[in-house]
């Protein structure tokens, strides 16, 4: 049976007080600009990699790739050679993918991912992928490995106790009517040790399908879980990828249709209730004090509880209209937000006020500026693949979920509906993986750890960064968003030249610093980022940056 959960922010950690991210003049300076000695490799879509699915998965691709073992950063240039920067900053070339000319399977951009203190998997992007075990030329292992299907990984987890790693792939299939999806593909490989490893061939693969972006995968230190975020649930597969093993509901089916929805402005709120059939257009009986609102009728409860804010007393109007009954009520305090109607309603779901978040932003613009005393050079911004070209009209309504799934049985444990708005802003792995959602106007950061059955799993709600949604859709060339593992700032990180930081606010404080760096480096695409808690590190097409952010 899924359990349905909603991710409740704690609000001890919401800082309503907060009034800007105020721009400081401060420095950061770029403590190395290393010349690269090729360009970085870049792959394009090819004439059939033409749906957004496959835009956006090339369009954001970070081609700069984070070891959080040792917070080394890799990346792959034009020849195949990869490429490690270590913490304290020198470069070196660790290994080649192909002796000779890449080979014409290539579909996808490389991809490097990490598990465990000295287990790599690399995929060229086509058929190729490589197993390095150790990191040293002298006790290091090369296993090749042969694909079936083409991937970009997008985790790697070492299960100590079985001697697995399984990676997880992602990659763009079309169905039988040629309509696009996203086919991800569970790879585990054993690894056979008599005193060393000294074998590595795959036991297992499992295919699952999505109709929609997949934005967050992760596989459990049992590998017996696998998280994902997603517009759609999971379905398993035969590893032909003809026919459906387990037919799953659909995730709308698996939870429960909210029992109103709200609304709100400055001034005022608006409830909207499906009636049920069999009381018609009958007259409902609306009681609205101070702190508490109830609506029956027929003497049957529609809503009922204390409000989170103080209403207007006897103050509602309603309608009746095609079987729901529209109440309107007004705040005691102007310009107070709700965050609930119903303390501790979870039947209830608010809409947002699209005229309101249009002033909201208006207001608040101060938040989102680019400038720094009215000028970052002068330039307009420059022309980048972004989220506005992606066929947005594709993504309209579709709802993100976030599912933990039992990689035995098939089933979804767990279920979390996340909304259209509050998507993910970045990961990054710290005892388990952090992932941070947009969560209205602010930006929070999740805990997601590890479960030990079925019945349970840790989800904590670690920090906030105070009208950060605001800040976030404002950068319409943001390319990458990225957090350091101490969580102590933001990076956005656009197409080409800048990049805009912001400090984690203290718990009650009204504004923290944002500060931006101008690469001056317009004519080069800027590929990758990986943020330390010292560094920032940037990659172009033929310059690494390393930026110093605290000393």
Not at 299 to 320: K, V
Not at 435 to 459: F, K, M, S
Not at 496 to 503: C, K, P, S
Request: aromatic residues 8%.
């Amino acid at each position: 049976m899924t359990e349905i959960i909603e991710l409740r922010p704690n609000k001890s950690l919401i800082n309503s007080s907060f009034e800007k991210y105020q721009f400081s003049n401060e420095i950061v300076p770029v403590i190395s600009e290393n010349k690269l000695c090729n360009h970085v490799y870049r792959l394009e879509p090819n004439h059939n990699q033409e749906s957004w699915l496959e835009a956006r998965l090339f369009a954001f691709h970070n081609h700069l790739f984070n070891n959080v073992y040792d917070m080394s950063c890799w990346f792959i240039d034009e020849t195949s050679a990869i490429w490690r920067l270590d913490k304290d900053g020198s470069l070196d070339q660790v290994y080649k993918l192909h002796t000779k000319k890449c080979p014409s399977n290539v579909i996808y951009n490389p991809s490097v991912g990490f598990t465990s203190n000295n287990i790599v998997a690399i995929s060229d992007g086509g058929e190729s992928l490589h197993i390095l075990i150790g990191y040293t030329r002298e006790n290091r292992k090369v296993f090749p490995m042969t694909l079936e299907e083409p991937g970009i990984i997008m985790n790697v987890q070492y299960v100590e106790e079985s001697s697995r790693i399984i990676l997880t792939m992602c990659a763009i299939a079309a169905d039988d009517n040629q309509k696009k999806y996203t086919r991800l593909t569970l790879l585990s490989f054993n690894l056979c040790i008599e005193n060393e490893i000294t074998e590595v061939h795959n036991i297992d693969k499992q295919i699952l399908k999505v109709q929609g972006t997949v934005d967050y995968a992760y596989v459990e230190e049992t590998g017996n879980y696998l998280h994902s975020i997603c517009q759609d649930n999971i379905r398993f597969e035969n590893e032909n990828a003809q026919e459906s093993v387990t037919e799953q509901p659909s995730v709308s089916s698996q939870i429960t249709i909210p029992k109103y929805y709200w609304s709100q402005d400055e001034d005022s709120l608006t409830v909207w209730i499906k009636v049920p059939k069999q009381h018609g257009n009958k007259q409902p009986k609306i009681n609205v004090k101070s702190l508490e609102l109830s609506v029956t009728i027929d003497n049957e409860i529609l809503i009922q509880g204390q409000c989170q804010h103080r209403l207007e007393e006897n103050m509602a109007t309603w309608r009746h209209k095609e079987g729901t009954l529209q109440i309107d009520l007004s705040k005691y305090e102007n310009g107070l937000m709700w965050s609930e109607l119903i303390k501790g309603d979870t039947g209830g779901e608010c809409l947002p006020n699209e005229a309101l978040a249009s002033e909201i932003h208006t207001r608040l613009a101060h938040l989102c500026t680019d400038q720094q005393n009215n000028s970052v050079g002068g330039d307009q911004p420059c022309v980048g693949f972004n989220a506005e070209q992606l066929e947005e009209c594709d993504l309209e309504g579709k709802d993100n979920f976030l599912q933990r799934i039992n990689l035995l049985t098939r089933a979804t444990t767990h279920l979390a509906r996340l909304g259209s708005n509050n998507h993910v802003l970045f990961t990054y792995k710290r005892c388990g993986q952090i992932v941070c959602l947009r969560y209205d106007h602010d930006a929070c950061i999740w805990e997601i750890g590890n479960g030990n059955d079925d019945t349970q799993w840790n989800l904590k709600h670690v920090h906030s960064f105070p009208g950060f949604g605001y800040v976030e859709a404002s950068k319409t060339n943001k390319k990458f968003c990225v957090s350091p593992i101490d969580g102590s700032y933001i990076a956005i990180v656009e197409h080409t030249r800048h990049v805009f930081l912001y400090e984690k606010p203290d718990a009650k404080a009204k504004s923290a610093k944002q500060r931006i760096v101008d690469l001056d480096c317009q004519a080069s695409p800027i590929m990758g980022v990986v943020a330390t808690n010292k560094y920032l590190i940037v990659l172009s097409k033929d310059k690494l940056y390393r930026l110093q952010i605290r000393t």
